[in-house]
């Protein structure tokens, strides 16, 4: 079974600043794709960002994107200029066949003023 | 355009009672699942449905059954409630283009307590 760990329970960052948030997974396919959901407190999920590993080129999104290292099956989210609305969950998600998503438990960024 | 719906959003059960959690989408998606995410913690796959006429349980089935009562609406059902069971659950639908997978939609979830 694939496992996504996200070492970092909690991430503080003052506004306008960069914070860049961890993921790791294990998997044995070839073919998936990762994916970044914010969680904020309404309970809402968000898409931030996709990859699929046949792609070289890391994914970015306005002030959002990744570092995508898949030898080392590694998935980091890098948010740049960070605003208050930028607090909440955020969820590092892999797909493989079956359209089927797992979760790793979570990172939760504070922004400061 | 609605997206995904879930109904209710809050429910207390005591242990032992039955519910079903009712979930539609409008954005003709064949597949659809469920999810339970309990304090702390990413989300689980209940059990999911890759087109209509068909189920398949997923990490923690246990306790639940589901219905694809047809392409819109998949319904989730506690037969007899325990205190374990106390979660948020999200229902999502998804849809495969061109054999491109595409991000999974969620409802805004139903916080279930059972006492």
């Known amino acids: 079974a694939q496992t996504v760990t996200q070492s970092q329970p909690e991430m503080s960052v003052q506004e306008a600043e960069t914070v860049t948030l961890s993921c790791t997974y294990d998997?044995?396919?070839?073919?998936?794709?990762l994916f970044w959901y914010k969680q904020p407190p309404s309970r809402q999920m968000i898409l931030v960002i996709r990859?699929?590993?046949?792609?070289?080129q890391n994914a970015t999104e306005n002030r959002f994107s990744v570092n995508f290292q898949k030898a080392a099956k590694s998935f980091s989210l890098k948010i740049s200029d960070s605003q208050l609305g930028d607090a909440a969950m955020y969820f590092c998600a892999y797909e493989a066949a079956g359209n089927k998503l797992t979760f790793g438990g979570g990172t939760r960024v504070l922004v400061k003023p | 355009n609605a997206g995904v719906t879930q109904t209710p959003k809050f429910q207390v059960l005591k242990t032992g009672q039955s519910m079903t959690l009712q979930c539609a989408q409008d954005m003709n998606h064949n597949s659809m699942y469920w999810y339970r995410q309990d304090p702390g913690m990413g989300l689980r796959l209940i059990y999911y449905s890759a087109s209509e006429g068909t189920t398949d349980k997923g990490e923690v089935p246990n306790g639940y059954n589901v219905s694809r009562l047809n392409k819109r609406e998949f319904s989730l059902r506690l037969e007899s409630a325990a205190p374990s069971q106390t979660s948020v659950y999200f229902c999502a639908s998804s849809e495969v283009y061109g054999g491109e997978r595409n991000e999974q939609f969620f409802g805004p979830g139903t916080r279930l307590t059972v006492l």
């Open positions: 990859q699929e590993a046949y792609k070289q």
């Open positions: 998997t044995s396919e070839s073919d998936y794709y």
